[in-house]
């Protein structure tokens, strides 16, 4: 899950570089949370499996001012597909074939 938010922030973040022209040098991320591994193990079930939060770290190295990085991070939250599905509920239906 961490590396799927991880790409998709470097994949949004590359197409907006290129539609607006930033020159983007690169780009540090780093994704970051903790499971309930009682509850993964069927130990307990006082929690749920997944994780109660998670901590997005971006680095940004471009050749523009703060306030247009500022500006891009936010553009890039608001198109990436994996961090609008962890944010909100996502109907999953499993189905047995």
Known sequence: MFT???????TVARIIAIQ???KLNGMQIKV??????ETILG???ENRPGVGGINVTLSVD???S???????????ESRCP?????SYITPIKV???
């Open 95 to 97: 189905e047995l074939v």
């Open 43 to 45: 130990k307990s079930k």
């Open 20 to 22: 607006k022209r930033y």
């Open 62 to 64: 471009a050749d523009t």
């Open 82 to 86: 994996v961090s609008d599905n962890l």
């Open 66 to 76: 703060k306030e247009e990085k500022e500006a891009f991070v936010h553009e890039k």
């Open 32 to 37: 970051e949370g903790a499971f309930d591994q």
């Open 4 to 10: 799927s938010l991880a790409g998709c922030i470097a």
